[in-house]
């Protein structure tokens, strides 16, 4: 798979996950406690959810964090499945 792990993730984010203008602003760290990270397995990556009501994914490998979405509330759990291919967040 040559698409980077924030492309595959960005891609398969659920309608819920507000999309508004705040996604579009330069993300660099959570601007809030993190609630949860969850690795992604088989890369050097995971993907984080936190008070600031966003998710973001983490490329250990190119030492970058890339926003995924932003909920309407604050996130508390992120989940990755067994591939490595889909996040599961709540709020």
């Keep these: 798979m040559n698409d980077s792990p ?12 507000d999309r508004d203008a705040r996604s579009k602003r330069h993300f660099d760290r959570h ?3 993190v609630t949860c990270v969850a690795g992604i397995p088989g890369r050097c990556a995971a993907v984080s ?5 966003a998710l973001g994914i983490l490329d250990f490998e190119r030492g970058v964090i890339e926003l995924l979405g932003y909920h309407r509330h604050l996130v508390n759990r992120v989940v ?10 709540c709020s």
Excluded at 6 to 15: D, K, L
Excluded at 49 to 53: F, I, K, L, M, P
Excluded at 80 to 89: E, I, Q, R
């Design 80 to 89: 990755v499945n067994p591939s490595g291919t889909l996040a599961a967040s």
């Design 49 to 53: 959810s936190g008070y600031d009501s």
């Design 6 to 17: 924030a492309t595959v993730f960005r891609n398969s984010v659920h309608p819920a996950v």
């Design 31 to 33: 601007r809030g406690p």
